[in-house]
């Protein structure tokens, strides 16, 4: 059993606490307030991840090193250069993998779709902040130094995002008997309400929630909606339906 250390429970590190938990790994949470929540499941452990000794101990023996800690975007600026510093102390310390969970603001705004091929080309300071952690990082991976990947996302939408995301409930409502918004995925240790799970089709814009308390083992499953067609509200009340807007993304300079 390898030991899996995720910094930041908000719903990205939640989740994949969760889902190592149930793939059968030892995992330690790291967080401002630690605390033994109900979720995410594995060790909780308090520190100020700014604190690159602090960090580097609890990174000790781990085999991968998740960053999914996320500051108020208000104060990256401020924030992001000692958690990014301390993140890469303790990942070339324990030789575990730094696994960075990025986002778009890098880019900075584009006109058109945004692919892989984009440069990063943000001139706000939100998005330089993230290229300079995103090229620091490159430049110890590329020096032999550590090891290091950098996924990169736009808004969520699925187990554990509440209103702090741009869409959150205000598409989908909270279901009945849920504690965070949506239900947990099927197989997910937090398993709460109604079944989540991904519909047959290779469409990748397609979801699938049911907007119901889960039923009896005894009972069949309530039928799924897609994301983007009508979506069954709480108490019986009149279908929701998710809809494109037909503008591109646009990330915050």
């Keep these: 059993m390898s030991l899996h250390v995720v910094l930041g429970k908000g719903p990205v590190g939640s989740t994949l606490a969760d ?4 793939a059968g790994h030892e995992v330690r949470v790291l967080s401002r307030s630690g605390g033994s929540d109900p979720r995410p499941t594995g060790e909780h452990v308090a520190l100020d991840a700014g604190d690159a000794t602090a960090l580097s101990a609890a990174a000790a023996g781990a085999v991968a090193l998740y960053n999914c800690a996320n500051p108020a975007y208000h104060r990256w600026p401020t924030d992001w250069p000692p958690i990014a510093a301390a993140l890469l102390a303790a990942a070339e310390s324990s030789g575990a993998v730094l696994v960075v969970m990025g986002n778009l603001y890098g880019y900075g705004p584009v006109s058109g779709p945004m692919t892989e091929q984009l440069l990063l080309a943000s001139t706000g300071s939100k ?3 993230r290229i300079e952690m995103y090229e620091q990082a490159l430049r110890r991976h590329e020096a032999g130094a550590l090891r290091m990947v950098e996924a990169r996302g736009a808004d969520f939408v699925g187990p554990g995002v509440t209103d702090g995301g ?3 409930s205000r598409a989908v409502p909270r279901s ?3 504690r965070t918004w949506p239900c947990a995925p099927s197989g997910c240790s937090t398993r709460r309400c109604a079944s989540w799970r991904r ?4 469409s990748s814009a397609r979801s699938c929630w049911t907007a119901a308390p889960a039923p009896p083992p005894s009972a069949s499953r309530p039928r799924c909606s897609s ?4 979506t069954p509200s709480p108490g019986g009340g ?3 339906r998710l809809r494109r807007t037909g503008r591109p993304a646009r990330p915050a300079g």
Aim: hydrophobic residues 35%; contains cysteine.
């Design 227 to 230: 994301g983007l067609g009508p």
């Design 127 to 129: 998005g330089r902040v």
């Design 166 to 168: 741009l869409l959150g």
């Design 19 to 22: 889902r190592l938990v149930d």
């Design 238 to 240: 009149p279908a929701r």
């Design 199 to 202: 519909p047959a089709t290779s």
């Design 176 to 178: 009945p008997g849920c």
